[in-house]
């Protein structure tokens, strides 16, 4: 097992999952500048531990995460500035990345949200791959209430779940959702009474397969769902290239071929 804990985010790592806890909770875990700091940090150091089978991310408290603390960030002008410049070749800044960089974590990520999960912090949820949430969960896009837009990624994820007019329709509007119609409108994966427990099971059942073809999965989804045909094609056969024939394709086939004592070992980089 391993622990690591900062004052805004908690990481325990344990069996191959990591569980990431958002750990404001006295402000519904409302976004200042170390929770940014400390969110994308933890989504990097998650990047590079290839032994890491699956992502649980949520929040400490009463809530997921109450999205950005305008008052905390206002206080300071910098601070607008450390958020939306993009530093050296990065394609996102760090307001971005607190969302994006999810999708760049190998492991599949499960965001477990309840009580708020609003602006930017439904954007870090929409960042995971799987969202389980409770029914009473309320959601928005909570941008334009403030007079500003979504700026966390969210173009590069809400597109992949719901069509372009009820982006726009809940972006301009604000309205608050619970998570019954998140369901119904295919932004959250499942409604449960106890989303992170579940999420820790359907991580376990991950865990049961080649993190190899799990990664690979992830990476082919996330490059190929949205490209045209001849991208898309491209990346089928330059993953299965990687996967094919290597440890952890052997040992997949010898688990199913009754030889389950076989164990995986750490995912590759692709």
Known sequence: MTKNQSDRVLLDIDNGIATVTLNRPDKYNGLDMPMFEAIAATARKLKKERHVRAVILNGNGEAFCSGLDVKRVSSNP????????????????????????????????????????????????????????T???????????????????????????????????LTMTARRFDGNEAKAMGLVSRVCDDPVAEARQFAETLCQQSPDAVAASKLLFNRAWQAGDRESLAWETRLQKKVLGRANQRVAVARNSGKPEQSYGDRRDF
């Not at 837009?149 to 982006?167: F, G, K, Q």
């Open 78 to 133: 910098v601070n607008f500035l450390k958020l939306l410049i993009k530093p050296g070749r990065k394609i996102s800044n760090l307001a971005q990345d607190v969302g994006y960089l999810w999708r760049e974590v190998p492991a599949p990520v499960i965001a477990a949200t309840h009580g708020y999960c609003f602006g930017g912090g439904f954007q870090i949820a929409l960042g995971a791959d799987f969202r389980f949430t």
């Open 135 to 169: 029914a009473d969960c309320e959601f928005s896009i909570m941008e334009t209430k403030w007079g500003l837009i979504p700026d966390m990624s969210l173009t590069v994820t809400l597109p992949e779940l719901i069509p372009i007019d009820l982006a726009k329709e």
